[in-house]
């Protein structure tokens, strides 16, 4: 199809899902308004089991069964990335250190900086998975953090520290069990919170790991063939 | 102004069709693909709003107090980082594309090659 | 007051999903994108969704981004080695 012909099926199809929608949107409850049944239900329902941030009561608690598929779609892609992104027969995967990769030239500033955030950032990851009952933030938000804040040694133009520190095989096993003991909880039943949050943070922060540390080697080791530059960040 | 925010979400969500339609790049397509997904995170949590509410947070506030709804805030946040996983393996496709046909430009590559 | 923080909130982040659709060089799109995770994260803030706006903060603005700047890399390394 040409693309004069696709542009005009896309008009054709567009203009009807606007017309729709915007006929729809008008039929919703007014914003901001009171209505909201479901909300009322979840907060009373968070409150009778003492989990003080509702979200994380809905998520884990009253959907934990929903989140164990959402759960398992975030497995499943990142499983997927991971072995799309795999080396290959004809590449083959340069150590670090062969161009360039070692300890950049960063300004020291910036390398302290980096050195002093790592610790800090991993509380901060560890502390919102811990406190997902109590306050904004648990499993999802807190794996996250987790998962980035390794890659403050990058920033740090320390490439070589970034792969000692993270054990891929390490952080393999650790996604496989969280994925487990997550669907184990889901399965089990109501009231399980906090181990909920904990294995969520565990599994999405080795997600994380996992799959930008295939995107580091496709991006900056795997070569198909002999060339070898290190044109790097 | 009491639906206008819906039409927000709505304009979001033709604006990621038409990048991704209009595209000549796949990781541009992704990330119009991610635009587009981001305008139900919109539109859930337009509906959720509550007009004076406040966070469904009870650490320091009266169990009685009003709060904007928190279902649709708990479907929100575990799609926000679903969905990073994949864009991550989409990005992986279109990298593996660009390994095997030498392009990423939708138009160049023909099916089945 | 609630009501214009709201509008320009909302505002910004329909302004900036415009602006990374408009851009066409995905390069430039992923750090306009890391600036609409930002616009997102604040009008999540504003609607009262505090969980929400952390976990579109953290992934919006470091995550996808980064990972759209590592696959243009390896991208384009494929096609410096073709030529």
Redesign the interface.
């Known amino acids: 199809m040409s693309h004069r012909a696709r542009f005009a099926v896309f008009v054709i199809g567009v203009a009807g899902l606007a017309v729709l929608y915007v006929l729809a949107a008008f039929r919703l409850p007014d914003f901001g308004g009171r209505f909201h049944p479901y909300g009322e239900r979840a907060v009373t329902s968070a409150i009778a089991e003492r989990t003080k941030n509702v979200v994380s009561s809905v998520n884990f608690d009253q959907r934990a069964f929903d989140t164990v598929g959402e759960e398992l779609i975030l497995f499943a892609s990142a499983l997927g990335a991971v072995v799309l992104l795999r080396t290959v027969r004809r590449e083959r995967e340069e150590e670090a250190g062969e161009h360039g990769y070692g300890p950049a030239d960063v300004f020291d500033a910036l390398r302290l900086t980096g050195y002093a955030l790592l610790p800090v950032t991993l509380l901060i990851g560890v502390y919102i998975v811990a406190h997902g009952h109590l306050s904004p933030g648990g499993g999802f938000q807190g794996g996250v953090v987790l998962g980035t804040a390794l890659h403050l040694l990058y920033l740090t133009g320390d490439y070589p520290a970034l792969d000692r520190l993270r054990p891929v095989p390490a952080f393999e096993a650790g996604e496989a069990l969280a994925a487990g003991v997550f669907v184990i909880l889901g399965l089990a039943g109501a009231g399980l919170v906090i181990p909920m949050n904990a294995m969520v943070g565990l599994e999405v922060g080795c997600a994380i790991v996992l799959v930008l540390t295939k995107f580091f080697e496709q991006a900056l080791l795997v070569r198909t063939d002999e060339a070898g530059k290190g044109e790097g960040t | 102004?009491?639906?206008?925010?819906?039409?927000?979400a709505?304009?979001?969500?033709?604006?990621?069709?038409?990048?991704m339609?209009?595209s000549?790049?796949l990781?541009?397509v992704?990330?119009?693909l991610?635009?587009t997904q981001?305008?139900t995170?919109?539109l859930l949590?337009?509906?959720?709003?509550?007009?004076?509410?406040?966070?469904?947070?009870?650490?320091d506030i009266k169990?009685t107090g009003k709060?904007?709804?928190?279902?649709?805030?708990?479907m929100?946040?575990?799609?926000?980082?679903?969905?990073?996983?994949?864009?991550?393996?989409l990005?992986?496709?279109?990298?593996?594309v660009?390994?095997r046909r030498?392009t990423?430009d939708p138009?160049q590559l023909r099916p089945l090659e | 007051m609630a009501d214009a923080v709201l509008i320009v909130a909302l505002a910004l982040a329909v302004v900036m999903a415009t602006a990374v659709v408009l851009t066409r060089d995905p390069a430039r799109q992923a750090i306009v994108l890391s600036a609409y995770g930002v616009t997102l994260g604040i009008l999540f803030l504003v609607l009262q969704a505090p969980d929400v706006a952390l976990s579109q903060i953290a992934v919006g603005t470091v995550v996808v981004p980064l990972v759209v700047i590592l696959a243009i890399h390896a991208i384009r390394r494929q096609h410096g080695e073709r030529r």
């Open positions: 102004m009491s639906h206008l925010p819906y039409l927000a709505g304009w979001i969500l033709l604006a990621g069709i038409f990048g339609v209009t000549r790049n990781v541009h992704v990330v119009c991610s635009v981001s305008a995170y919109v949590l337009t509906i959720g709003y509550r007009k004076g509410g406040t966070a469904p947070v009870f650490s169990p709060v904007v709804d928190p279902v649709v805030q708990a929100a946040l575990t799609d926000i980082v679903v969905n990073a996983t994949v864009t991550a393996l990005l992986a496709l279109a990298v593996q660009a390994k030498g990423i138009d």
